[in-house]
């Protein structure tokens, strides 16, 4: 089942990352160990894949996928390509081909004040 959840703003040029945790109905931690996740961010929904603004995913391994938990991360070199405003996203799991549509909603890209780094 899908939830629909606006995220935390972000700045341009700053790394992002958000911490996803699993569980079942239950409150039971879910292995998603091997389980790829995809996080997409749109100006405009109606965008294909290849007009994305950003685009990332991540295959969760480790204690942390046993523990239910995946990092989905944007690098500072990709949110500084970002214009600020009013951005759609979406969070896929991928779990041998079946493809699930986890989170959607919408997330505001900051104008990022310092604009280099020494």
């Excluded at 879910?30 to 389980?35: A, Q």
């Excluded at 969760?60 to 995946?70: E, F, K, L, M």
């Amino acid at each position: 089942m899908v939830s629909q959840v606006d995220l935390n703003p972000l700045v341009r040029g700053d790394t992002w990352t958000n911490k996803f945790a699993f569980t079942d109905a239950n409150g039971a931690v879910i292995d998603i160990s091997n389980f790829v996740y995809w996080m997409t961010l749109k100006s405009n929904p109606e965008k294909d894949d290849v007009e994305a603004e950003a685009q990332t995913s991540v295959t969760a391994t480790g204690t942390d996928a046993q523990n239910g938990i995946v990092y989905v991360t944007f690098s500072a070199a990709e949110t500084a390509t970002l214009q600020p405003g009013k951005y759609y996203y979406d969070l896929q799991q991928v779990n041998n081909g079946e493809v699930t549509t986890l989170l959607l909603g919408k997330v505001k890209v900051l104008r990022d004040i310092t604009k280099t780094i020494s």
